[in-house]
């Protein structure tokens, strides 16, 4: 788990950063003339400049006045490369800003960098960190709440770095209820009996191939002074792993990093998981449909038709759509809650990860303009950004199915937005698709980000319904 951030006044610390905004402020700072000196020389060439008195570090890093949010992010940036110049070399440290936005930025950047997945690893080959702590004297920097949002990201990345191998769909459902029961968030696991008796033929069929049961879990938050009447409602593609079924992933290595294809799953239950903890006054019900695909003997099979949990019928042309499959069951499932807005999160499809890469989240839906705005703006400020598709009917078009009320494949044009026209279908309420494809999983280390599980869409989430409160 991540390392702690903590406020502490009057600290014994030897281990100093500054975060100046510019020279004049770091000629201010209680430094010798010849560390002053140093400094003056090396920070405009630096993103932070050390010294290193004989193993106490003083280091300096100018912020600049962070206007932006792309400056702000910067910041995050710095949390990283401080925290991997300094991991190794001391314990703790402490850090000096008479600003709080600048001590908050840092705290998460070194917060979330300091994750690492080293459960399968034998004692000898873990890393061995000397960084446990990161404390500042600014009284005004929210740390704790920092702290909570580092914690939620750093779980949603955890199960998404956890392989089939260990989390089936019943120990997601498992990790779940351990992690959310205690912080006052009511957990239901419902069973593969209760699916079969609820008829959610959607996330039935891609179990069929499976020899693991599915689950559908459902997690409530509903504080006393939760400022909505009606909840919203969180729903996450829990395909806890993607063979593609009887339509095996047909490319190279395709299938290597498709335990994660459970990033939406492990996204929403950790927003939730992450509102509880800054008990956030929101009603917020999050739904999680879970299973494996795989192409078993009893597989599902292009051109099966499905009778979905909303009755309607899908005629199945190919087995590797199938998170559409699972998500179209919770959706229609939550119409039951008369929902204020429901957003999902999936790892969906490759089409938007081609689309824009992984800096960024595909987003569409047909809720008020401004909740996607509200959501745009969420995403600059914390660095968890969206990217809004069009979600015309025409898209729908392409979903028409000769035998049945439709498919699950659209055409080779837009097929993230074809996927979603395909879960509007089940939808009679404000919403918004996210597809996660791209940000879910990163193959090489990306700053504070990680290697990895990214927990995306996560930071994104709390900060968006955190200013629903406001
Ligand atoms: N889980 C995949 C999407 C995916 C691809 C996630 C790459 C992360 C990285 C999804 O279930 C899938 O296979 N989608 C297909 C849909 C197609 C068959 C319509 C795709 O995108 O190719
Ligand atoms: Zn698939
Ligand atoms: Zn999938």
Redesign the pocket.
């Known amino acids: 788990m991540p390392i702690y951030v903590k406020f502490k006044s009057d600290s014994k610390l030897k281990n100093r950063l500054y975060l100046v905004s510019d020279e004049k402020e770091l000629k201010k700072l209680d430094l010798d003339k010849k560390s002053l000196q140093y400094f003056t020389n090396n920070l405009a060439a630096e993103k932070f400049a050390s010294i290193n008195n004989a193993g106490e570090f003083v280091l300096v890093a100018k912020i600049g006045d962070l206007k932006d949010d792309l400056a702000a992010n910067k910041v995050r940036d710095l949390g990283f490369e401080v925290y991997e110049f300094l991991k190794n070399k001391c314990a703790a440290l402490l850090v000096s800003s008479n600003n709080k936005l600048a001590v908050e930025l840092f705290a998460e950047g070194v917060g979330l960098s300091s994750y690492t997945f080293e459960k399968y690893k034998s004692a000898e080959k873990k890393a061995k960190i000397k960084l446990k702590g990161i404390f500042t004297d600014n009284k005004s920097a929210k740390l704790a709440e920092v702290g909570h949002i580092v914690d939620a990201t750093a779980w949603a990345r955890e199960l998404v770095n956890e392989p089939l191998s260990y989390l089936t769909a019943e120990q997601l459902s498992a990790d779940i209820a351990e992690k959310c029961q205690p912080v006052g968030i009511k957990v239901e696991v419902l069973n593969k009996q209760k699916i079969q008796s609820l008829k959610m033929g959607g996330l039935l069929a891609v179990n069929k191939g499976s020899i693991d049961p599915p689950t559908f879990t459902i997690l409530e938050w509903k504080p006393k002074n939760a400022v909505n009447s009606k909840p919203i409602v969180l729903v996450g593609k829990g ?1 806890v792993y ?1 063979t ?1 079924g009887l339509s095996l992933k047909p490319t190279a290595n395709s299938m290597d990093f ?1 335990k994660s ?1 459970m990033g939406g799953a492990a996204t929403m239950v950790a927003v939730t998981y992450g509102a509880a903890q800054l008990k956030l006054p929101l009603h917020i019900i999050t739904l999680i449909p879970a299973t494996d695909n795989r192409p078993g003997g009893n597989a599902y099979a292009p051109g099966d038709v499905v009778t979905m949990f909303d009755n309607s019928t899908v005629e199945v042309l ?1 087995t ?4 559409r499959m699972v998500l179209a069951d919770a959706l229609a499932y939550a119409k039951k809650y008369k929902p204020e807005l429901v957003i999902d999160a999936a ?5 938007a ?1 081609h689309a824009i890469g992984s800096f960024g989240i595909v987003a569409m839906g047909n809720a008020k303009k401004s909740e996607m705005k509200a959501l745009d703006k969420a995403g600059h400020k914390v660095h968890d950004r969206i990217v809004e598709f069009p979600f015309w009917d025409d898209y729908k078009e392409e979903l028409q199915s000769t035998i049945a009320d439709l498919k699950n ?1 659209g055409g080779p044009a837009a ?1 993230m937005i074809t996927a979603g026209k395909f879960l509007e279908h089940f939808t009679d309420f404000p919403y918004i698709h996210l597809d996660i ?1 791209g940000p879910a999983f990163t193959h090489k280390k990306d700053g504070y980000r990680g290697l990895g599980g990214t927990g995306a869409g996560v930071r994104l989430l709390v900060e968006f319904l955190k200013n629903r409160t406001k």
């Open positions: 395909i993607d593609g498709m294809d190919n590797d759509a199938e998170g790892t969906l499809t490759g089409a990860a494949l097929g494809a």
